[in-house]
Structure formats: structure tokens, C-alpha cells
């Protein structure tokens, strides 16, 4: 197919389905511009949905190992979870006027350099006052941190793994795992030494029986790994050599 044309012959094709009857050319039009924007940058068809889980875009290009940057949100708080490059203020103001939401806290699954960028997290730490930032860092080893978004848990494990600062959050039975690798003690590094990792693993595995707080689907930093109807227990089985 000729460059350019593909718009046109998709435009025609939605301009004939019963979903845009009724609807003038013009306003089709623009719809279905809109749709095959999304269709572009890879949204809606194969992008992670989760209630309360708003993506902002996978970061820095949207490009299929990006990061993606959440917003979880509930009763008109939010919670930012990822700073990758090139996310800005102005990105984020926009998301928190769509969900109707004022920031409450920002924070990241780990400090390496495509999930916390420096410069982006500056940035928002200038823009957002009334937020309060929660560098990975700062959580202590092997604990959870619950903290409130408009009345709702989130948790924040902090089990390093693959990084010395992994955190895993959960909001509204969903985990976002970071680049933790699940189900095997191995990673793509040697950042951690291997008996914090076996406790991390541990200390995962146990969250529902600490808590008392059932998780069901999981999604990973680079929104390459998503779950549902998860055994979370078996997710942070290790050999136990
Ligand atoms: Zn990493």
C-alpha cells in the first residue's frame, strides 16, 4: 500500500460501519483520525486496561520497550507511578484534568535511569508542590508502605532484586512488578546480592498472607508482561538451591 494511503482507505472503511451512522463526514472524520492516531502509537488494541490505572504513554518514544507512566487514580486523588524521559508537568497536568484528579504523591519501581530520570523528576518536583515524591530509595529493605489514594490502599513493596531499590506497587488488586523478574531467582544483572534476593522473593511471595490483601493481575514496567487471574504466590517461587 502507497504511504498515506492506509488513512483514507481505513477512514472510508469507518465511514461506512454502523458505529459512525448517523454521524456527519466531517465529525467521522476526525474520530476516526483520532482512532488511527491511537491505532498508531499503539494504543487501546495492545495496551494494559486496569481500573483506576491510567496510562499516560510508554516513555521516551513509545516505542515497544518503553516504560510506561501511570496515573493510578481514585476519588479525585492521584497517585504518579513511573518518571521516565521525557515526561514533563505539562504531560502530567493533562492527565490529572482528564481523570478529574489532583496529584498527590509521585514515585518510581526503581532508580534506573528509564523508570526515574533525573531530569523529569525534577521537573515534576518543581511543578507539583502539593505532592509528595517517594524516591524508591527511601523505602526501607524487605517492607511494605501503605499509603492512601483518596481513601484507597496502595502498597509498596520494597524487595530489591533486580535493582538494590526494587518497588512493587499495588493499587486495586493489580501489582506493577518493575523489571523484577518473576518466577525464577536469575536477573539481567548482578546489581543484587543473591541472598537478598531469595528474601525479596520471600518477602513477595508473602505479601497476601501479611496483608491480608488478594492481588489478581499483575503488569510489568515495560508493559511487555501483563496477568490476570494470577496465582501470586507461584510468581515468587524460587529454586531453592
Ligand atoms: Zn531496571
Known sequence: MAPGAAPDCLLSIALRTSALAGVSPGRAGELCRAT???????????????E??????????DAPDDVGSWLLVNNEEAMLL???PGLTAKIVESALDRAGATLRFVTASHDHYDHLDVEAWDGLFAA????????????????????RVGGEPVWLIKAPKHSASDVVTVFRGVAMTGDIETG????????????????????LREFPERSGYH??????????SVRRSVRWPDLFKCEQD
Open 215 to 224: 492481588v489478581h493481575s499483575t503488569v510489568s514496567a515495560h508493559l511487555n
Open 82 to 84: 513511573e518518571v521516565p
Open 184 to 203: 525464577m531467582l536469575a536477573s539481567v544483572n548482578k546489581e543484587v546480592p543473591l541472598p537478598t534476593k531469595r528474601k525479596s522473593m520471600d518477602w
Open 52 to 61: 483506576g490505572w491510567h496510562l499516560l504513554g510508554a516513555f521516551p518514544d
Open 128 to 147: 507539583f508542590e502539593g505532592a509528595t515524591f517517594i524516591h524508591p530509595r527511601a523505602i526501607a529493605r524487605h517492607h511494605d508502605l501503605m499509603l
Open 36 to 50: 488511527l492516531k491511537r491505532m498508531h502509537r499503539g494504543y487501546d488494541m495492545n495496551r494494559p486496561h486496569f
